[in-house]
């Protein structure tokens, strides 16, 4: 159910949108400033086990710091006899993908004038083993269909959340990368 914006009371969706706006004219101007290189670093704990971190990234022409350093253990699912002590990466990679459109969300909402009431997003992914296993080496090594279902409770219609979600997923970067072919290389140092 929606409900409409009172007009003289300003949308808060918790983004700076005006911040944002800011940027792209500045960064407009300033092209080599929007390289950016965000870094991972992860470490082998014990068979699949793993913890990957995220502290410096570079950007605006210089190197930049997140507030903390930021920490995820990785592991696989008892069930392919690891001790399950984090989620595995391919979850890893449907929660960023779910984090990504949801942040593309607000801000979309935000600078079209829609308060938010609550955003919910349940993302599934869907994968033949038999590729990863080696089982059937006719079988794609990844997911199969991704679907990200959204129930989201806005002062908006339907044909306005669905142009939302839209404009969510063209500015999403891990959207691209899940959809388009992108270089990885995998070198040892």
Not at 103 to 108: E, I, N, Q, R
Not at 156 to 169: C, F, N
Request: glycine residues 8%; hydrophobic residues 40%.
């Amino acid at each position: 159910m929606t409900a409409t914006q009172d007009p003289t009371k300003p949308v808060d969706n918790g983004v700076d949108v005006d911040a944002l706006l800011g940027a792209r004219d500045v960064l407009t101007n300033a092209r080599e400033a929007a390289a950016f290189t965000f870094t991972a670093t992860n470490r082998w704990i014990n068979g699949t086990h793993s913890r990957s971190s995220v502290k410096e990234f570079f950007g605006l022409g210089a190197e930049q710091s997140h507030r903390a350093e930021y920490s995820v253990d990785i592991d696989h699912p008892e069930v392919f006899a690891s001790p399950d002590n984090g989620p595995s990466p391919v979850e890893l990679v449907l929660m960023g993908l779910a984090g990504c459109l949801t942040a593309g969300v607000a801000s979309v909402a935000t600078n079209r004038g829609i308060q938010l009431r609550s955003v919910a997003a349940t993302v599934q992914g869907e994968m033949d083993l038999a590729g990863i296993l080696g089982i059937d080496p006719d079988v794609r090594n990844g997911f199969s269909k991704i679907t990200v279902r959204y129930e989201i409770d806005a002062d908006a219609s339907r044909e306005e959340l669905q142009a939302v979600l839209a404009q969510s997923q063209k500015r999403s970067a891990v959207f691209d990368v899940v959809t388009n072919p992108t270089a990885v290389s995998v070198e040892l140092a």
